[in-house]
């Protein structure tokens, strides 16, 4: 087996921050889902960041001497890094210094797989390395006003605008790239409008369930059996296990279908190149009808991990959504013998669930709570429309499922099924 790479991690703690542990705990899953092994943790309180080596000077030499005798390969802070702290430490310590930020962004890049998540990745990852970037300009100019450093910096700093400037057209080569395939996204959702059937997307913490919960709805509703393994996705004990989007048709036994879709996990200090970056990815959450939060009950931070949700739906503009909260994996809360786990699963509350996706539980239960919410507005009716409306029926054809379109005398005569409120909305067209 090929050697991973030794990290060292480094936490401070400023002012007390009741949620460092934590924070420090993930860092560590996230070292490990980078394939690190993670020989050490040091930490220290500080009242006040050190511009120039984050921790005091005194500190970075305990941490090279710890470094040393770990033999670690690499240290990670848990905090963001200015680009002359990382250059500082880097240059004291003799390891590559990285932190937070530069690890998602490294797990993201190993995991992307389709060309999106790819361009998504990279343009991410370029715009957070722009302002890092230290070509022998900045060399040379910190050694700037002595004799004849003048025309060196010159040269320095001519080599390093390059290379930014290289940068930048790359980003925009990027972003029109993503442009091209948005486009073709935004075709498939428009079909999928057209084709009337409703969208429902998991979102939640990253590890909370959410593949699981698409891959269970497979395994039950799927009734081609040949099939059922392809049209599962990837459920992994690890952070970021899923960074595309997969949608699913659900069939259910009533005949109703809806879609469903499993993307890409948050997580707390989501480095904000990245939320930009994965709009794209995310659109899907954001045309959704229906969200179903999914929330690992089991993990006593669930609160905190329910607060970045909210944070990053509302960031992508989608906190409006109706939404469903799904307490998944109440089979580990309740073996942990935690109190405020319902004595009997599946248990229903007011737009929520407590559940188990893994064990099976409560998939029957969450299909009603989706129904009642997604096939209660719609009604079927007939309209006739005057040719003045024009736009009127246009919106139908976006935003109903339109059966069948006559044009009569008088107007559009649209058979379709429609939102109950536009059917009050415009009830002097309604036709019997
Ligand atoms: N015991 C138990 N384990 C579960 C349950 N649901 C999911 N898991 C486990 O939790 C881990 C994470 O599940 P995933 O479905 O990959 O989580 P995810 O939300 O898709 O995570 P990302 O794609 O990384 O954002 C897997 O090891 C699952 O087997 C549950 O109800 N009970
Ligand atoms: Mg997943």
Do not use: W
């Not at 998540?117 to 230290?134: C, D, F, K, N, W």
């Not at 050694?143 to 910096?153: E, I, M, P, T, Y």
Request: proline fraction near 3%.
């Amino acid at each position: 087996m090929e050697e991973r790479t030794k990290a060292l991690l480094v936490g401070v703690n400023l002012n007390n921050d009741p949620e460092f542990e934590t924070a420090l705990k993930e860092l560590e899953s996230l070292a490990e889902a980078c394939d690190m092994e993670v020989v050490g943790v040091e930490t220290q309180n500080v009242s006040q960041i050190n511009t120039g080596v984050y921790v005091g000077t005194g500190r970075v030499e305990e941490i090279k001497a710890v470094v040393h005798m770990l033999e670690a390969d690499v240290v990670i802070f848990d905090n963001t890094l200015s680009p002359m702290q990382l250059r500082n430490l880097k240059d004291i310590i003799e390891r590559p210094v990285f932190d937070r930020t530069h690890l998602i962004l490294q797990i993201f890049s190993s995991r992307a797989r389709t060309r999106e998540a790819q361009i998504q990745v990279e343009t991410a990852r370029l715009q957070y390395e722009l302002p890092r970037l230290t070509g022998m300009g900045e060399i040379l100019s910190r050694q700037g006003g002595g004799s004849g450093g003048l025309s060196n910096k010159g040269a320095g700093e001519k080599k390093l605008e390059l290379d930014k400037r290289k940068i930048r057209h790359r980003i925009s080569e990027l972003k029109k790239e993503l442009r091209e395939v948005e486009k073709n996204r935004e075709t498939q959702r428009k079909r999928r409008l057209v084709q009337g059937i409703p969208q429902v997307a998991l979102v939640g913490y990253t590890n909370a369930g959410k593949s699981t919960l698409l891959n269970a709805f497979i395994d039950k509703y799927e009734e081609n059996e040949e099939k059922k393994e392809d049209r599962k996705v990837m459920a992994k004990n690890m952070l970021f296990a899923t960074l595309d989007t997969t949608v699913r048709k659900i069939h259910l036994p009533d005949k109703r279908e809806f879609l469903l879709s499993d993307t890409v996990g948050f997580i707390s200090k989501l480095p904000h190149n990245l939320v930009e970056a994965f709009h794209s990815t995310l659109e899907e959450v954001k045309y959704a009808n229906l969200l179903l939060e999914v929330v690992d009950y089991s993990d006593e931070h669930y609160m905190e991990h329910m607060e970045v949700t909210r944070e990053t739906l509302k960031e992508l503009g989608a906190n409006e959504i109706p939404c469903i909260h799904v307490f998944n994996k109440c089979d580990i809360a309740k073996a942990n013998g935690r109190e405020d786990v319902p004595a009997e699963l599946p248990h229903i509350g007011k737009d929520c669930i407590y559940m188990a996706a893994g064990q099976n539980i409560g998939l029957e239960e969450l299909v009603q709570l989706i129904s009642e919410r997604i096939y209660e507005d719609y009604v079927d009716c007939t309209m006739l429309i005057p040719y003045t409306e024009g736009a009127l029926v246009s919106y139908f054809n976006e935003n109903a499922t339109v059966k069948a379109t006559e044009y009569e005398a008088e107007g559009t005569k649209i058979t379709m099924s429609c939102l109950l409120k536009d059917l009050k909305k415009y009830k002097q067209y309604v036709v019997l």
